[in-house]
C-alpha cells in the first residue's frame, strides 16, 4: 500500500485518509475517490490529497476484517458486518464467552495491519453484547498477512459463547445449634438467585445438621432427584478436607475435586463430583450479593463446562475481587458494549397512482412485490420489522401471512408519505436505537446491504444516519438513529425522512454497496416489466 500527499490529477480510485471539504459539501475519510469527486476538489481550489493507494497484493479492510471475524466465529456468536476496517462479533444468548487465548496473542503478534480484541476468557455476557472486534489498522492487509491468520485460526473458531443451561439444582444448607433461622433463610434466597440469574432453578431444599451422617443422607437424595448441580452451604466454613462437608460428599460415595480456590473471597470453595453430578461447597462470602469465586465456578458449571481442579487453580490472575482502593467501583456495575437494536420500517400504504394499480400487490417472480420485499429485511439482523399500511390494507396484510412483522396501519396514508413514516415510527419499541426506513416498492435490495447500514451505525463515533451509495449516488433504505425520530415526525405531505439529509450532513455516513438495487424502485409498469424479465 502506498499512502501520502497525491496529486489530484492521479487520485482516482485512491481512498481519502482525510475528510475534505468542497462546494457542495464534504467528502468523509474512506471514501474511494471517483473522476466526479476529482473534479468538485479541482473546483474547490485543491491540488493534491492524503490518500492511499493499494497495490495488487493488498485485501482490503473490510474484505480482511470480515474473513478474519467469520472464521473466529464460534457457536454463540454472530459476525456483523464489516465497516471501515472493523467486523465485530456479538454473543447470541446470555453465557459464557471462551476464548482461545494462546491464538489471539498469535494473531496479534503476526503483523501490526490486523488486530484481534476480545472479553476475558470465561467472562459472563449478556445477549447482543460484543464479544471481539477485528480491526484493520491501515486500509488493508498484505494478503500474505491475511493467509497467514487464516491458517493459524484454522477450522477451529478462537471465540465461541456457551449458553447458560436451564439446570435444575440441589442445595444442602446445614445448620448448628446456634444457627439463626434468619441466616438458613438468606443462604436460600441468595442461592436461588444466584442459579435463577443463569437460566435455572433450585428445586428441593435439605436443611440438615451440620454432621457428616445427615449431609451424606441429604446429599444423596439429592443425587437421586437427578439434580445437578448439587450445592452445600455449610453453617461453618469449610477449612480441611477431613472437614464435615467434604467427609459428607466422600460417605454420599463421591470424590473431591479441589479444596479452596486463590480467588477472594471465595477461597473456602469445595469442588467436588458424585457419579458425573458436580457438587459445590459453597464458601460463605455467598451470602452476599457482591461477585466472588463461587460465581465464577457456579457460572461455569452452568454454561455446560467441565471445571477441574487446574481451571481453579488458575482463577488466580485477576482474582482478587475484595474491593480496593485502586478498584474505583464494583465490576458488578460495569457496562457492556452491546449492539443497539435496529428495526426496520417498510413502507407499502402509498397509493401507486403512476403504476395504475397497488404496486405492491402486483407479482414479481411469483410472489406480491411486497412480500419479497419483507422477506429480504427479514433475512437482514433488523427487528423488529414494521410494514406501514394503507391502500388495501387488508389484502397488503394478506400477502404477508405467516411473516414474522408488526403491522401498522396508517388511515391517514392518502395524505402523503409523511404519515405513514410517522405511523412507523409510533410502533417501534422504545428500545430501539434506530431504524431503516425502506420503501416496499424496492425488492432487489439483499439482506446484507441492510446488514452493512447497521454494521456502519456508530452514535459514539457520531454516524447517526447511514445511507447506501453505488457509483456516488445515495440510495434507499436509511437508517436514522433515535435522535431524528421526533424530527421525522413533524413532517408533513408527501415528503420522507430524505428531506432532512443536508440539514445532518455531519451525522451522514456513505455506505458503499456492491449493486445498484438501492437505486431502483418499481414506480412504474415499464420498470416492472424489465426486472421481471431481467
Not at 113 to 133: D, G, I, K, P
Not at 293 to 307: I, K, S
Not at 462 to 467: F, M, Q, W
Not at 506 to 513: F, I, Y
Amino acid at each position: 500500500m502506498k499512502f501520502g500527499r497525491i496529486p489530484l490529477d492521479e487520485a482516482t480510485g485512491a481512498i481519502l485518509a482525510h475528510g475534505v471539504r468542497h462546494a457542495a459539501g464534504l467528502f468523509k475519510k474512506g471514501r474511494v475517490l471517483s473522476a466526479a469527486d476529482i473534479k468538485l476538489l479541482h473546483d474547490a481550489g485543491l491540488d493534491t490529497v492524503y490518500a492511499a493507494r493499494l497495490d495488487s497484493d493488498d485485501v482490503p479492510e473490510d474484505e480482511a476484517a470480515g474473513a478474519v471475524a467469520r472464521a473466529i466465529a464460534g457457536v454463540g456468536t454472530k459476525s456483523q458486518e464489516p465497516f471501515t476496517g472493523r467486523a465485530n462479533l456479538h454473543a447470541q444468548a446470555p453465557g459464557l464467552v471462551v476464548i482461545d487465548s494462546d491464538r489471539v496473542r498469535e494473531l496479534n503478534r503476526l503483523h501490526e495491519s490486523l488486530t484481534l480484541a476480545t472479553a476475558a476468557n470465561h467472562e459472563r455476557v449478556a445477549a447482543r453484547q460484543m464479544v471481539a472486534t477485528v480491526k484493520v489498522i491501515p486500509f488493508a492487509v498484505p494478503r500474505p498477512v491475511l493467509t497467514r491468520a487464516l491458517a493459524i485460526i484454522g477450522d477451529e473458531p478462537v471465540v465461541r459463547v456457551e449458553g447458560f443451561r436451564p439446570r435444575h439444582a440441589g442445595l444442602v444448607i446445614t445448620r448448628l445449634p446456634q444457627t439463626k433461622p434468619s441466616l438458613i433463610k438468606k443462604s436460600e434466597a441468595s442461592m436461588r438467585a444466584r442459579v435463577s440469574a443463569l437460566g435455572g432453578s433450585v428445586d428441593e431444599v435439605v436443611v440438615c445438621d451440620h454432621a457428616v451422617e445427615p449431609i451424606k443422607q441429604a446429599v444423596r437424595r439429592l443425587h437421586t432427584s437427578r439434580l445437578n448441580p448439587i450445592l452445600i452451604f455449610g453453617s461453618s466454613a469449610i477449612v480441611d478436607r477431613g472437614d464435615v462437608i467434604p467427609q459428607g460428599l466422600i460417605a454420599a460415595g463421591g470424590e473431591i475435586v479441589h479444596l479452596g480456590m486463590p480467588v477472594d473471597p471465595g477461597n473456602l470453595l469445595m469442588l467436588g463430583r458424585l457419579d458425573g453430578v458436580t457438587t459445590i461447597g459453597v464458601p460463605s462470602c455467598a451470602r452476599s450479593p457482591k461477585v466472588n469465586g463461587f460465581d465464577w465456578v457456579l457460572e461455569r458449571v452452568m454454561a455446560g463446562l467441565h471445571v477441574t481442579a487446574q481451571d481453579i487453580m488458575d482463577m488466580g490472575a485477576g482474582g482478587l475481587l475484595k474491593e480496593i482502593p485502586t478498584r474505583p467501583a464494583p465490576r458488578e456495575d460495569a457496562k457492556a458494549q452491546k449492539a443497539p437494536i435496529i428495526a426496520a420500517i417498510v413502507l407499502a400504504a402509498g397509493r401507486s397512482s403512476r403504476m395504475g394499480e397497488s404496486k405492491m400487490l402486483v407479482d414479481f417472480r411469483g410472489k406480491p412485490l411486497i412480500r419479497v420485499t419483507v422477506e429480504a429485511v427479514l433475512g437482514s439482523a433488523a427487528s423488529p420489522v414494521v410494514v406501514v399500511t394503507g391502500n388495501q390494507a387488508e389484502d397488503v396484510r394478506a400477502a404477508l401471512d405467516g411473516l414474522d412483522v408488526v403491522i401498522a396501519d396508517n388511515p391517514d396514508y392518502a395524505q402523503g408519505l409523511s404519515t405513514s413514516l410517522r405511523t412507523g415510527l409510533a410502533a417501534l419499541p422504545a428500545d430501539v436505537a434506530g431504524a431503516v426506513v425502506c420503501l416496499g416498492d424496492m425488492p432487489l435490495v439483499e439482506p446484507a446491504v441492510i446488514d452493512r447500514l447497521i454494521a456502519a451505525f456508530s452514535p459514539a463515533e457520531g454516524r447517526l444516519i447511514c445511507v447506501p451509495t453505488y457509483d456516488g449516488k445515495l440510495g434507499n433504505p436509511v437508517l436514522w438513529g433515535r435522535e431524528f425520530f421526533a424530527e421525522m415526525s413533524q413532517l408533513s405531505g408527501d415528503r420522507g425522512a430524505r428531506s432532512l439529509l443536508d440539514a445532518h450532513g455531519e451525522q451522514l455516513v456513505e455506505v458503499p454497496v456492491s449493486g445498484d438495487a438501492i437505486l431502483v424502485d418499481i414506480d412504474t409498469p415499464d420498470v416492472l416489466e424489465r426486472l421481471r424479465s431481467a
